[in-house]
Nanobody
Framework: EVQLVESGGGLVQAGGSLRLSCAAS????????IGWFRQAPGKDREGVSC????????YYADSVKGRFTISSDNAKNTVYLQMSSLKPEDTAVYYC????????????????WGQGTQVTVSS
């Protein structure tokens, strides 16, 4: 059974940092792409960042480039999202997702999702 468990969310002031973690199990980690998506109240879910754990390809939304960094620890089956220079508009529930196809993941149509972790950035 595929499981994706997010952690690391919380309340932070604008300009601060948080690191989200996504612990994955139930599949061969190196064969999958894993990414982060977010959904703010009243808005559609949007892709934030993705990584292909096998070859290291990464994707970043324009809104987070230069502020967020995605990384994977293949020994721990965990993907991290280091978020810096946080803005109030980054406030959302952040979800981890996984797919065997990198582009399916980037498109946001993967079948495996975590439960989400709340990130709140105060001004």
């Amino acid at each position: 059974e595929v499981q994706l468990v997010e952690s690391g969310g919380g309340l932070v002031q604008a300009g601060g940092s948080l690191r989200l973690s996504c612990a994955a199990s139930g599949f061969t980690f190196d064969d999958y792409a894993i990414g982060w998506f977010r959904q703010a109240p009243g808005k559609d879910r949007e892709g934030v960042s993705c990584v292909s754990t096998g070859d290291g390809r990464t994707y970043y939304a324009d809104s987070v480039k230069g502020r967020f960094t995605i990384s994977s620890d293949n020994a721990k089956n965990t993907v991290y999202l280091q978020m810096s220079s946080l803005k109030p508009e980054d406030t959302a529930v952040y979800y981890c997702a996984a797919d065997a196809n990198y582009w399916t993941l980037v498109a946001g149509t993967s079948g495996y999702w975590g439960q989400g972790t709340q990130v709140t950035v105060s001004s």
